[in-house]
């Protein structure tokens, strides 16, 4: 898993929201737990946009954002 910061900028404010990428083996797999997840109190969103992702939203205090790859598309990202 991966914790996405964002960097400082002085005298601005920081949005209050936290960033998680998952990375996983079979990203269909993920689907199965839609339920939980909504019962946690995600939005289910899909791919969103974004072919082989899925999607996950919470807000609340402080806003929750759940991306889900799996390792080859993650590579991808991390190496771009």
Same mark, same amino acid.
């Given at each position: 898993m991966c914790i996405i910061? !964002?960097?400082? %900028?002085?005298?601005?404010? #920081?949005?209050?929201v936290i960033d998680i990428?998952?990375?996983?083996?079979?990203?269909s797999e993920v689907?199965?737990?839609?339920?939980?997840?909504e019962q946690l109190g995600y939005e289910v969103m899909g791919e969103y946009g974004i072919p082989k992702r899925r999607f996950l939203l919470r807000? #609340? %205090? %402080? !806003?929750l954002i759940m991306f889900i790859f799996t390792k080859?598309?993650?590579?991808?990202l991390l190496v771009t």
């Amino acid at each position: 898993m991966c914790i996405i910061l !964002e960097v400082p %900028i002085p005298n601005i404010k #920081a949005k209050p929201v936290i960033d998680i990428m998952v990375e996983v083996t079979n990203i269909s797999e993920v689907d199965k737990f839609n339920s939980e997840m909504e019962q946690l109190g995600y939005e289910v969103m899909g791919e969103y946009g974004i072919p082989k992702r899925r999607f996950l939203l919470r807000v #609340a %205090i %402080i !806003e929750l954002i759940m991306f889900i790859f799996t390792k080859k598309v993650m590579k991808k990202l991390l190496v771009t």
